[in-house]
């Protein structure tokens, strides 16, 4: 069933990958059902009045929208809006997305492992995981896995 708004915009013909993104976006935050409402709607991220309009934005965001690109909240704290969106490969999506919840070392990239009883550390960039070490002391994993976040992303991530 296609959707008035559709009809009027056509926006799913002539922009299909930003009209996508755009309407993941709404359902993440708006839409209880949606499997990831949770961890977008259900804890406060919401999409500004602005953009509830489509048109809105395809008006700020498609100027500078790339191929292969996904939409991206610098401060991953806060909801979509222009000041705090941009456009993001998956590398910078991956480094710079909320810690997950299974995480208990409170540093990304930092897991205990039992087998070697001690702290290993990684970090993604380009598609590619890559190995930090293992180490005896937290401290020690995560001074390495900081050194290679402003390595291959020029920051440190946000914890």
């Not at 009809?7 to 209880?32: F, S, V």
């Not at 990239?109 to 930090?132: A, H, P």
Request: proline share 1%; glycine share 6%; with cysteine.
């Amino acid at each position: 069933v296609r959707s008035k708004a559709n009809e009027k915009h056509g926006y799913a013909k002539t922009h299909k990958k930003l009209y996508d993104c755009y309407q993941a976006m709404i359902q993440r935050c708006t839409h209880t059902e949606h499997p990831q409402y949770d961890n977008y709607g259900g804890r406060g991220i919401s999409v500004c009045d602005r953009w509830l309009d489509i048109h809105k934005f395809f008006e700020d965001m498609s100027p500078t929208y790339k191929e292969g690109l996904t939409l991206d909240r610098k401060d991953n704290d806060k909801g979509y809006c222009l000041e705090n969106c941009q456009w993001a490969d998956m590398s910078w999506q991956r480094f710079n997305q909320h810690r997950s919840s299974a995480n208990t070392s409170g540093k990304t990239g930092v897991y205990w492992n039992k087998e070697k009883e001690k702290w290993e550390t990684r970090i993604t960039y380009q598609n590619k995981k890559i190995f930090l070490g293992y180490f005896s002391n937290y401290s020690d994993a995560v001074k390495v896995r900081e050194e290679a976040e402003l390595k291959y992303f020029g920051r440190l991530k946000g914890n």
